[in-house]
């Protein structure tokens, strides 16, 4: 019923409108722009494509029944061997039925074996995502540089016993 795959990078642009609509209507609702969706769209868009450039960079889709229903972003440092939980967006409908747990428990198997954290940034009204990550194990330990998101750091093998 659930499958994972990895974007096309070279198809990310063609991917775009899609993924934007799952994010916008998550977090307009949370967080507002009070931009009109197309500024949204373009302001988004002029920073991911160049940011999926990089090759730690990635963003797996998450579909049921061959229809897209949510996304993950991510990068992996391999300098500090973290793994930096950029965004996940679920559509609504499919939140609360097991989507969420069946995709970490694939992603689990798809990272590298030497990471060693996990990092996150969520805004400061998300709170279901804050919820999330202090149930990862992660812990609030300072915020981004605007002041609208906390940062949270948390050991991988957290992740590992809940999902593997």
């Not at 373009?42 to 991911?48: A, Q, V």
């Not at 950029?86 to 559509?91: A, G, L, N, R, S």
Request: charged fraction near 20%; glycine fraction near 4%; aromatic fraction near 16%.
């Amino acid at each position: 019923m659930f499958e994972f795959k990895f974007a096309d990078k070279l198809q990310i642009e063609q991917l775009l409108p899609d993924i934007f609509r799952i994010l916008h209507s998550n977090m307009s609702i949370i967080a507002p722009t009070n931009n009109s969706y197309e500024d949204d769209f373009e302001i988004w868009s002029s920073h991911i494509i160049p940011a999926m450039q990089k090759e730690q960079r990635q963003i797996i889709l998450m579909y049921v029944d061959n229809k897209l229903v949510g996304y993950f972003q991510y990068y992996i440092n391999g300098d500090t061997n973290s793994l930096m939980m950029e965004e996940i967006q679920i559509k609504k409908a499919f939140q609360g039925t097991g989507l969420f747990s069946e995709f970490y428990n694939w992603l689990i198997k798809s990272l590298p074996k030497n990471i060693m954290y996990v990092e996150a940034y969520v805004n400061k009204k998300n709170l279901k995502s804050q919820s999330i990550l202090k149930h990862f194990g992660l812990v609030e330990i300072g915020e981004n540089k605007n002041g609208n998101s906390f940062y949270f750091k948390g050991a991988y093998v957290n992740l590992l016993n809940k999902y593997s």
